[in-house]
């Protein structure tokens, strides 16, 4: 059996016009739900009954801030999120041959400073219409 290493799991998003993998990344998730629809009616015998809804997804990740270096760091991520996205960006998660891609907006930006501990940062990417997998 096969078990993927997480390590080798990245997050990208565009920037520039070219997809490019947060650096210094220390996690990564994806997460796909949908919603349901409340189908009950009198004849269910007093359970509840439902029915697939509209489906959404998000992606999310942490990284240590670069003071200088190359990669998509901390002011990257913080200029492409101020930016018109009115297209939403392209963003992928995963390795090569099992790669989840869609376009996306940045939803949340944060910055964590604790006393005499690394800089780290935060994104939160909320998806607009089909996450494809290939």
Known sequence: MAIQNATDVVLSVTQGGSLQEVAHATSC????NMDLRDSTTKSSA????????LKSWEMSGDAFVE??????????????????QGAG??????????????????????VEAGVEENVTFSISLTG???L???
């Open 128 to 130: 607009s219409g089909v």
């Open 132 to 134: 494809a997998l290939s």
């Open 89 to 110: 960006i392209t963003c992928t998660f995963g390795v090569s041959g099992m790669t989840y891609t869609g376009t996306a907006y940045i939803t949340s930006f944060s």
């Open 29 to 32: 998730s994806l997460s796909i």
């Open 67 to 84: 003071v200088d270096g190359s990669g998509l760091n901390s002011e990257e991520i913080f200029a492409v999120m101020i930016a018109d």
């Open 46 to 53: 007093g359970w509840q009954q439902n029915l697939g809804g």
